[in-house]
């Protein structure tokens, strides 16, 4: 037998009971904007540079470039397209870039928990830093904004064996590093059960355009191909199509008039998807009936 997880059972999509998004709309559409605060000489870096590199000025001041500049060019392509986002923030931004927190804030965005700070991971905490961790995080959110955040995505994705465990005790309803499917799922934990979000690893501007290389017109490409084959899809299957995107990766001018094209070719056709933030998405499964969505 092979080892285990024991979060969810296997569930093939083509066999599972049908269901609609609001208006009857088979695929939802939302992108995530990862808003991240680095500290400076210390921590993970990031893959334009070689390991030994990672904590170098020019890798620190690259990724600077998104909070100072990318983020205010996204700002205005989502304001100009009329494109809802949610932004999995790290609370660092509170204090380092609270303009940027304000400008999010002004425009209704949903925000995340997602760390401190994206130059630490979460998953190899012993239980009780981790949980002190999303504690600070949740509590220091809800003092920002007013509510407390629903959907949690791990700095690097990083999670320990308990985190879905911790993330729904401490109130959490949904979380976004398990990427095993193109339909929210019920995943179990220790008391009760939390929703599992599409995300992607792929569509992922980090991933494609640092980590696998791709040109700025190979990445918009994927968007449009991956958008087009799922709206066929999801007429048999109601499906989500997330979308990744760091403004210190795909702020430059030079990726923002190919992304512009891709979201332009998306949104021609608005009136047939459902454009829409992860945790509506959720609020719509936890409306459903029991047993359409697959449980644990």
């Known amino acids: 037998m092979i080892q285990k997880h024991g979060r969810y059972p296997y569930s093939s999509i083509t066999s599972r009971p049908d269901y609609s998004w609001p208006d009857d709309k088979r695929l939802a559409l939302y992108v995530a904007l990862n808003v991240e605060v680095f500290s400076y000489g210390e921590g993970k870096g990031a893959g334009v540079a070689p390991p030994d590199q990672a904590r170098s000025d020019s890798v620190y001041s690259w990724r600077d470039y998104g909070n100072r500049v990318g983020i205010w060019r996204l700002l205005e392509l989502f304001d100009e397209l009329d494109m809802p986002f949610e932004a999995q923030m790290n609370t660092a931004i509170y204090d380092e870039c609270p303009d940027i927190a304000d400008a999010l804030r002004v425009r209704g965005t949903e925000i995340l928990g997602h760390g401190t700070t994206n130059s630490n991971e979460q998953g190899h905490l012993p239980e009780t830093l981790e949980k002190e961790l999303i504690r600070d995080v949740t509590d220091t959110i809800e003092q920002h904004e007013g509510y407390r955040p629903t959907g949690w995505m791990s700095p690097w994705l990083s999670n320990s064996k308990i985190t879905p465990d911790l993330l729904q005790e401490a109130g959490y309803r949904y979380f976004m590093d398990w990427t095993s499917d193109d339909q929210p799922f019920w995943m179990k934990t220790r008391k009760g059960r939390i929703l599992s979000m599409p995300y992607p690893i792929e569509s992922n501007d980090n991933r494609g355009l640092i980590w696998y290389h791709y040109s700025s017109a190979d990445y918009a490409d994927m968007l449009v191909d991956q958008f087009d084959e799922m709206l066929k899809q999801s007429k048999h299957q109601p499906l989500v199509c997330p979308i990744s995107l760091h403004p210190f990766v795909v702020g430059r001018p030079y990726r923002l008039r190919p992304l512009r ?34 449980d644990a």
């Open 261 to 294: 094209r891709a979201f332009e070719h998306m949104l021609k056709q608005r009136n047939q998807i459902w454009l829409t933030r992860p945790g509506k998405i959720c609020s719509h499964i936890e409306s459903l009936p029991a047993g359409v969505v697959p």
